[in-house]
Structures are given as structure tokens and as C-alpha cells.
């Protein structure tokens, strides 16, 4: 199955292992980078590696069994989904003793790993996701039009609409008031046919609704055509295409791509400037992972800043799933804490799990300074 968006990560977290540990499973495929012998070999060493981890666990037979088979069933599958997929990256969720089985196919590589834990562990698809937005790439000209559905670095037609508005009058074609007319004429043609394509371009946001909307308008200015669109749709409109009607959807697409990546990029710029601002005059933020980790405990975390593949162990209290990063005992009830392999990763599933928000920041960025983590919060602390 393919890796398409946020309610497939819900059902990921949704999941309980129930006192079993389950399996969590990554490895990059991108054969761009990589030859398939290479990534065969290794996903044979990432397993093997894993078979030597479970074992090594110290989780009672019954569990160790179980995590065997979850690595039997990747090692088969993974093999079987390298020769039959091109994604640039596999995923597979295995709690083998309940019968719960999810791969997925990804279209960004990530780190290659296997993970051991309560719950599946769903950061990996957390980053790919904020890497994407729902994206509407509009190709307009003087007389024809074309829409595409871009996600996930995927791209699908969505429509396509001709009007009849006559070529330009040609130099010397014509003379004086009459070719005046003409031009009028074609003018309100023309203006009709951007009509047109505004009013289907809303009608399409209906049925396929998307975050942004990316313009390319060949002949005239943008704008120009722009006035035509609904306010709703020209709020989306985040950037502008220089693609045309009769270019292939794989020329569009890598535009859209690139186009995407440097309006991301500035997105996670503008978060973090907005996150120091707040931090510098006092205001409702936090920083650093203790500080954090506090605030998050207290249940006031809107949104998570965190700096891309930060990784840190730490420590949860069983009964409060309280995040920690060395509290041998919660300090809120004095039971003693276990230790997750990640607790950064348990962070962002605890903000997903409330209805909060998590950027992922590319390093290098002005996060780093502030221990690579912060976050906006709902309400001050003790106040
Ligand atoms: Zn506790």
C-alpha cells in the first residue's frame, strides 16, 4: 500500500500492543542513490542485526518468539516488495502475535532501522509527510487550460478545458478601428475563458481539495488572471510555475517539486523565527528537550518545533506516560520510570495523539542553538 497521508499515521498510533512488543520496520530503497544489491544486502544485515537485538532483549521466550516472526515476515515481504515496488523507501508495522500486519511504500527514502518498542514507531512518516503539502498545479493559456493533482511527490491529471478564443491579430493584419475591434473582441474572449477556468478551478478545489495552489500562466501575468479566482483559492495560491499546457506531466511535476521544497523550506525558516521571537520577549514558548518535556507533561503544547532525526533515550512513567530524559522516578506519582529508545519520537506522538501540531525543522537551522527542540504553547505554566 502506498504511503498517502496523516490518517493512515493515526491508525499507526492508534494501534496497542497490549504489553507485546511490536516491530517497526524502515529501510531505504531510493535505487536512484543505491543499486538494488546494495539494498538487498542491506535489508539482509538490518534483519540480522535485529534478529541479534531481539535476542538479546531479555524479554521472556514468548515475546522473543514474537518478534522473530515479526523479522521472518519483513525479511520475506521487504524482499518481495524490493523487486516489485520503485518507491524510494519501505515501512512495515509487525505485532506478529496479534495478527496486525502494514507495509507501506514510501516516496522519500528514510534512515534505515529497526525498532523494538510498545507502539509503532511513526516519526519517519511524520517527517516524509511535512515534506508535502496537497498541491493543485493550474497551466493556463490563451485558449486552453490544465490541472494537476499533485501529493506525495505523485502526479495526476485532474482536468482539462479548451475554450474557443481566436490567435492574436497579427501585425499589419488589419488596420485602424477595425482591428481595434478585433482586439477587444479577443480580449473578451479571453477574459471569458480565464472566467471559465477560475470558476472550474473552484468547482475542482470542491471535489479534490488541496493545500496550495501553484499557477502558471505562460502569456499573461498572473495576476491578470488571478482576479478571476475566487478569494478562497487565491489565499492558496502559494507560487507560480513557468511550465506550460502541452508540457509533460513528469516536466511539471519535477517544477512542482522544486517549487514545493523551497516554499517548505521557508515555511520551517519562518516557525522558528517565530519561535525565537516568542522565546526572546518571554511569551508563551520552550525550549530546549527538558523544558520542553516539562511543558508537554503539563499538557501545554500546541505546536512541537523539532530539529529533523534528533534522536535522544529517555525515560516514561507507566502509569502517566510522562516524558522524562534520566527521572528514575516520576516525580509526579514515584513509580518508577521505563526506558523508551526514543523519547523525542514519543513526544511527537504524544502532541499528534492531542490534536497538537509537530514541525520537523531541516537542520542546519536557528533551532539548533536552542537544543534542536521547542515548542508554542497553549497557556503559561503556573500562571
Ligand atoms: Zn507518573
Request: glycine share 8%; aromatic share 6%; with cysteine.
Amino acid at each position: 500500500m502506498k504511503f498517502i497521508g496523516r490518517s493512515q499515521i493515526e491508525a499507526l498510533t492508534r494501534f496497542k500492543g497490549q504489553g507485546d512488543l511490536v516491530t517497526s520496520f524502515y529501510l531505504d530503497t531510493d535505487k536512484g542513490r543505491k543499486s538494488r544489491k546494495e539494498i538487498q544486502l542491506a535489508l539482509k544485515n538490518l534483519i540480522n542485526e535485529a534478529r541479534e537485538r531481539a535476542c538479546g532483549l531479555a524479554a521472556g521466550k514468548e515475546k522473543e518468539a514474537a518478534l522473530l516472526e515479526d523479522l521472518d515476515l519483513i525479511a520475506a515481504r521487504g524482499g518481495q516488495a524490493l523487486t516489485a515496488s520503485g518507491a524510494a523507501g519501505l515501512a512495515a508495522f509487525s505485532a506478529s502475535r496479534r495478527g496486525f500486519w502494514q507495509a507501506l511504500e514510501l516516496p522519500h527514502g528514510p534512515r534505515n532501522r529497526v525498532l523494538f518498542d510498545a507502539n509503532f514507531y511513526v516519526r519517519p512518516l511524520v517527517s516524509i509527510l511535512d515534506k508535502y503539502s496537497h498541491i493543485c498545479a493550474l497551466l493556463v493559456d490563451h485558449r486552453e487550460a490544465v490541472w494537476y493533482d499533485v501529493n506525495m511527490g505523485e502526479i495526476k491529471p485532474l482536468d482539462r478545458l479548451r475554450s474557443d478564443v481566436p490567435g492574436k491579430v497579427r501585425d499589419g493584419g488589419f488596420e485602424g478601428t477595425s482591428a481595434k475591434r478585433i482586439e477587444r473582441r479577443i480580449d473578451a474572449r479571453l477574459q471569458e475563458h480565464h472566467k471559465k477556468v477560475a470558476q472550474r478551478t473552484f468547482e475542482i478545489s470542491r471535489k479534490t481539495p488541496f493545500d496550495w495552489l501553484l499557477i502558471g500562466t505562460e502569456e499573461v501575468p498572473s495576476a491578470e488572471f488571478e482576479a478571476h479566482l475566487h478569494s478562497y483559492l487565491r489565499d492558496k495560491v502559494k507560487g507560480h510555475l513557468r511550465c506550460r499546457v502541452a508540457d509533460t506531466p513528469a516536466k511539471v511535476l519535477a517544477e512542482v517539486l522544486e517549487v514545493e521544497a523551497g516554499l517548505k523550506k521557508a515555511e520551517e525558516e519562518e516557525a522558528v523565527q517565530k519561535l525565537v521571537a516568542e522565546l526572546e520577549r518571554g511569551g508563551l514558548a520552550a525550549s530546549g528537550l527538558r523544558d520542553t518535556l516539562r511543558h508537554l507533561n503539563q499538557f501545554e503544547v500546541q505546536t512541537l518545533l523539532v530539529t529533523h532525526n534528533l534522536v535522544q533515550p529517555g525515560r516514561v512513567c507507566p502509569v502517566h506516560q510522562f516524558l522524562y530524559i534520566d527521572e528514575p522516578r516520576c516525580p509526579v506519582d514515584d513509580k518508577k520510570t521505563s526506558p523508551v529508545p526514543d523519547v523525542i519520537d514519543e513526544a511527537i506522538e504524544t502532541v499528534l495523539k492531542r490534536g497538537g501540531a509537530v514541525k520537523q525543522i531541516d537542520p542546519p537551522s536557528r533551532l539548533d542553538r536552542y537544543g534542536g527542540i521547542g515548542a508554542f504553547l497553549k497557556y503559561k505554566a503556573g500562571a
